[in-house]
């Protein structure tokens, strides 16, 4: 008996297959990260609905569970045409995406990050975007299980002046308590603690801060490198 599930699901990355199909990985509402072979996938027709950042209603299938499977798509939304003319939420919009491909495990269930995710990608288009962003990077690290502490200062439990992270402990530090170490730690945006305004710069340094925890934590253990959508991100904020 073949297997099938129907699901909804973010499309994350789509590698053409042969003359005109495609490989199509998606973030689901219920299944985690799956991946199906879209017959025609890479034609004309089919090219507007299977672009990165895509909401899509799927339905895979596949004679026996292990197997890739076939997956038959119905576009929802589409986050890409409504971003077309701002290449910079466009710049988001990829880098969101082939950060997940790269850092979710295939078939194990992501309730919080899926929810996370369609909750920015739904706020994409208002003013704030790009801390918003940093913030759901911060949020994604919690949900992999490394989330950084920054209540209160590591050395000294003060509550105030917090402005560094600890690169070992991801936990805050204050000025005093850091001031000796200060060449050795991570800035600490002021917006990552509390709700308020971030120019280009400040959300750069907070990418820079979840950058290296994604990259010691995640990526140079299994010798993989920051997926390059994120980099151009962060060049692009730098202006």
């Known amino acids: 008996m073949a297997v099938t599930w129907e699901d909804q699901g973010l499309i994350l990355s789509v590698r053409r297959h042969g003359e005109y199909d495609a490989i199509v990985s998606i973030l689901t509402e219920n299944n985690g990260r799956y ?47 409504e971003l077309m003319q701002d290449p910079s939420r466009l710049a988001v919009l990829s880098s969101m995406c082939a950060l997940i491909d790269a850092l979710l495990p295939e078939r194990q269930p992501q309730p919080e990050i899926e929810r996370t995710t369609l909750a920015f990608l739904s706020s994409l288009s208002t003013d704030g975007w790009a801390a918003r962003y940093a913030r759901w990077e911060l949020e994604v690290l919690r949900d992999l299980g490394f989330g950084l502490d920054l209540t209160a200062c590591a050395g000294t439990g003060s509550l105030e002046n917090l402005i560094y992270v600890s690169p070992k402990s991801g936990r805050a530090v204050s000025a005093e308590a850091g001031a000796p170490y200060a060449n050795r730690l991570l800035a600490l945006p002021s917006f990552l603690r509390a709700d308020g305004g971030a120019s280009n710069a400040d959300v750069v340094a907070a990418l820079s801060l979840t950058g290296h925890f994604f990259e010691t934590h995640v990526f140079a253990p299994h010798h993989q490198p920051m997926p390059a959508a994120r980099a151009r991100l962060v060049e692009r904020l730098k202006g």
Not at 54 to 71: F, P, Q, S
């Open 35 to 81: 991946a199906g072979l879209v017959k025609a996938g890479s034609s004309r027709r089919m090219k507007g609905a299977l672009q990165p950042g895509n909401v899509i209603k799927a339905t895979w299938r596949a004679r026996l569970d292990e197997h890739l499977g076939t997956m038959i798509v119905e576009l929802v939304r589409s986050y890409s045409a």
